[in-house]
């Protein structure tokens, strides 16, 4: 167990619809990371926060947006659905350093 | 670009071999280097990483990597492979600096015959 929670673990939706997906960090660890892993594209980064702040953008889609909440927390959400967008979602954080801890993902099934 | 290569999809070894997968990456400088291990329906472990100082770095579960500068190579080993390895492994960078994203390769699958 890495410490770093998402949820939820699965979600099946259709085309057109809007979801937002969450993830609590590591106790104390002020980074969070999302990632989509694709069997098409890998693992690929989509967006960094830190403290509260974007720190930096990877191939994330415009219909795509993401925050981070004052108790670190940080939510996902993919608007405009489309059948591409299914995929993994991975979170992870990290205090200090690029030691990044993963959580469990949240599958997105787009119908 | 930076860009990380795993040139094997698949390898299959039998239990108690010894096992090498391979990964080269393609940088400016070194970068940070990690190796992960991601089991069926579950998120991605750490399995060890290099930093800087000895090039050869020890893991959990047994394992090593080998970092060579000169190959810009970050290969993982481990002397006797169990079942319980069988798992996606992938290779991954990250600029020096604090709070880089990670840069994957596409991941080798481990089949482990008994």
């Known amino acids: 167990d890495s410490g770093v929670t998402q949820t939820p673990k699965h979600l099946i939706t259709a085309t057109g619809q809007r979801v937002t997906l969450r993830c609590s960090p590591r106790?104390?660890?002020?980074?969070v990371y999302w990632y989509q892993q694709s069997l098409d594209q890998g693992l690929q980064f989509l967006i960094q926060?830190?403290?509260?702040?974007?720190?930096a953008k990877g191939n994330i889609l415009e219909r795509f947006s993401a925050q981070q909440f004052p108790d670190l927390h940080s939510e996902l959400n993919l608007s405009s659905l489309e059948l591409g967008d299914s995929a993994l979602y991975f979170c992870a954080s990290s205090l200090q350093g690029n030691e990044q801890f993963f959580g469990p993902g949240t599958r997105l099934t787009v119908l | 670009a930076q860009s990380v290569t795993q040139p094997d999809i698949h390898i299959t070894v039998s239990e108690g071999a010894s096992l090498e997968l391979r990964c080269n990456y393609s940088?400016?400088?070194?970068?940070?280097l990690f190796w992960y291990v991601q089991s069926p329906g579950q998120g991605l472990q750490l399995l060890l990483k290099?930093?800087?100082?000895?090039?050869l770095v020890q893991g959990i579960k047994g394992f090593e990597a080998e970092f060579k500068r000169s190959q810009s190579s970050f290969n993982l080993r481990k002397p006797s492979v169990h079942w319980s390895d069988a798992a996606e492994y992938f290779c991954a960078v990250a600029p020096r600096g604090y709070g880089n994203k990670l840069v994957f390769g596409a991941g080798t699958i481990l089949r482990v015959k008994s």
């Open positions: 106790s104390g660890d002020l980074s």
């Open positions: 926060y830190y403290n509260g702040e974007e720190r």
């Open positions: 290099y930093f800087s100082g000895d090039t």
């Open positions: 940088y400016g400088a070194t970068p940070y």
